[in-house]
């Protein structure tokens, strides 16, 4: 049997999660989100919170940015001492890349769509949304409250996009990355796995 | 680039003393050697030429300093994408970032060069010659810009060795060009009688010894291979490696306006003192020179401590983050108590090093190290928060600390305070700066701390 990968990148709320655990399901492949962090924090020996809080989002203010490598006294001095968060992304490419040599899988989010992209077996998925069907998805799931939830919901792709800019050189949702770009606010849940798994099959999965 | 994964680090478990111990001094020696590089060809000018001399280095100082801020911007940058690259396995990228980032230094390095022989009088003037110093400055700068085309070499490709798992290589090319301008300052200067060119020539020859060696190790970088291709200029690499250079450029961008204020303040107020133009232009010079090496020492403790900081924090082993803290300001300030009392009670065992003047020379460098340097033992709290957010990631708050004294308090306290205090205003700036780094610090560790 042909290992395939599928790995799905997606906006805050635009069900990426739930697709992607539904499609490993019906696949019967393994499923991973936020096991990757349990296994990047083993890897690594950085704390679980730290890993979550750091494995895929990075703050690309300018500020922020030019603070990054101001090590004091003007020497950048990274060569010495990388900055924890490359580390822990070092890290996390390892146990990504580690995963996809056992064989087929589901990966969400964390740049894997970039870190598997020399591989040929690896189909790229986006997820995107309109805001209200990402919100409504938000507060079901009791993750943001009302008030705040268009913000939050932005603010977390915003750093999820710096992040991916950061490590990848590439633009985060950009279609070129992907092979599939799908809306799930116009096609829903279901309708986006049955998409993807006839993608797949498209692609020979799983013969 | 290490990463296979030993469950026990030793970052994690061993003694905080020793950890600290190890880690930081390597990294103090470099830094101090780094300073002492500045340092030498002032004591010989002074002791070989007069204050006159020193002026003029501390006129040059601010284009050396620009073209260090350019090399660092593409250097440092292209250390920290080739660990980038190297930390994802992706070797051919990080080939590719070196040799761009090699070729654009080079071509950066030239064009620097002629700009500064086009520009060299209007410059020396911008940056605070007196019609005195003017002659000595341009014969001293005229070969210092030549050296910009080796120098440029050296300040970018030491990153890049380092970051290629050398650093030992790294370090001896910083010491031949060290030791090589301490080997021919006096030759130069007492037994050739070239005065200030002879001192220019004798840094230079060390800045070209110190670019060869670090141009050969183009040929042996162990963990990327450079070939021809390497070397074509990608516009798209070029940004990211700058973008990942930019704090190190903005930091010395950020010296070079302090120097080029404080130099002006002191002609302009000091030819109305007693003292004339060029004594308070030469003697803060050699202040904060010395100063300089004090600082090294804080830094390279506070930088070597990174690893240890860094790694206790993403582990969660918060209470040893902490205690490091404590250790690394405990050192510092005992180190700065040291340097207080020196500059404080013996300040002529200093100034003498730099050739003994008229009485109103003395007595205005005195007043340099006692005044300037008086709040001196309190930096210790800034530098090591500084380094110490920067390394649990939380690089706002360091950057806002470490530009906060110079750019928000002591530029304008510069400016300021000489309205009513005359010459004298530009030395109350430092302890002033100081205070209020201080307090700024106290704030942030009061905001902060409990979230650490």
């Known amino acids: ?207 | 680039m290490d990463t296979t994964v030993t469950k026990i680090n030793p970052l994690g478990t061993e003694r905080i003393g020793k950890l600290v111990f190890t880690f930081a001094v390597p990294s103090i020696i470099s830094m101090v050697v780094n300073a002492l590089y500045n340092i030498v060809d002032q004591i010989f000018i002074g002791q070989g030429v007069g204050y006159l001399g020193n002026g003029a280095t501390n006129v040059v100082m601010p284009m050396t300093v620009i073209a260090i801020a350019l090399s660092l911007l593409i250097g440092d940058g292209a250390a920290a994408y080739l660990s980038l690259k190297l930390g994802e396995g992706d070797e051919k990228s990080a080939a590719r970032g070196v040799g761009c980032s090699i070729s654009v230094m080079a071509i950066a390095g030239v064009i620097l060069c002629i700009l500064f022989q086009l520009f060299l009088e209007p410059l020396c003037i911008l940056f605070g010659a007196t019609e005195d110093i003017l002659p000595y400055a341009m014969d001293y700068g005229r070969i210092i810009s030549y050296g910009i085309l080796f120098s440029s070499i050296d300040s970018g490709m030491a990153g890049m060795i380092r970051a290629d798992g050398s650093p030992k290589y790294s370090m001896a090319g910083l010491l031949l060009g060290c030791i090589t301008n301490i080997i021919l300052d006096p030759v130069f200067i007492f037994v050739f009688h070239w005065g200030v060119k002879g001192a220019a020539w004798a840094t230079i020859a060390g800045q070209i010894l110190n670019a060869f060696l670090y141009l050969a190790y183009i040929w042996k970088f162990k963990s990327i291979k450079l070939d021809k291709e390497c070397f074509r200029i990608s516009r798209k690499v070029v940004a990211k490696v700058s973008s990942l250079g930019i704090s190190s450029f903005i930091t010395q961008i950020a010296i070079v306006l302090v120097m080029a204020v404080t130099n002006n303040i002191l002609v302009s107020y000091g030819a109305e003192s007693k003292y004339g133009a060029e004594i308070p232009l030469t003697t803060i010079g050699i202040t904060m020179k010395v100063n300089q090496i004090v600082s090294a020492v804080l830094l390279g403790l506070a930088t070597g401590a990174q690893p240890i900081f860094g790694y206790n924090y993403g582990s969660g082993q918060k209470d040893r983050v902490k205690q490091v803290y404590r250790i690394i300001l405990t050192v510092s300030t005992i180190v700065l108590i040291l340097a207080f009392l020196v500059f404080q009670f013996a300040p002529m065992s200093i100034v003498r090093l730099f050739g003994s003047e008229s009485d109103l020379y003395n007595e205005f460098a005195v007043k340099c190290f006692k005044i300037f340097l008086l709040a001196c033992p309190i930096n210790g709290l800034q530098m090591a928060t500084g380094v110490f957010f920067q390394s649990i990631g939380k690089p706002t708050q360091a950057t806002i600390l470490s530009l906060s004294r110079q750019i928000v308090y002591l530029l304008p306290a510069t400016l300021l305070l000489p309205l009513t205090l005359g010459v004298e205003g530009a030395l109350w700036a430092g302890p002033l700066a100081d205070v209020l780094a201080f307090i700024t610090t106290l704030i942030m560790l009061k905001l902060y701390w409990k979230k650490i």
């Open chain 1, 1 to 207: 049997m042909q290992g395939k990968i599928i790995t799905i990148s997606r906006q805050c709320g635009s069900g990426g999660h739930s697709i992607g655990s539904e499609l490993a399901q019906r696949l019967d492949v393994p499923f991973y989100d936020r096991e990757i962090i349990e296994m990047t924090a083993k890897e690594s020996g950085f704390h679980k919170e730290f890993v979550e809080e750091k494995g895929e989002h990075m703050n690309s203010s300018l500020l922020f940015n030019i603070a990054r490598y101001a090590s004091y006294g003007g020497r950048g001095r990274y060569e010495e001492y990388q900055p924890l968060q490359d580390q822990l992304y070092f890290a996390q490419v390892k146990v990504i890349k580690e995963l996809a040599e056992k064989g087929s899988c589901v990966i969400v989010g964390r740049c894997a769509d970039y870190v598997l992209r020399d591989r040929k077996d690896v189909l790229n998925v986006f997820i995107h949304a309109d805001m209200a069907f990402k919100k409504k998805r938000c507060m079901e799931r009791g993750q943001f409250s009302d008030e705040n939830a268009d913000d939050m919901i932005r603010r977390r792709d915003k750093l999820r996009a710096g992040h991916y800019r950061y490590y990848t050189d590439r633009k985060w949702g950009d279609s070129l990355n992907y092979h599939l770009c799908l809306d799930s606010g116009i096609f829903g849940i279901e309708k986006c796995v049955s998409m993807i798994e006839d993608a797949c099959k498209g692609m020979g999965f799983p013969s």
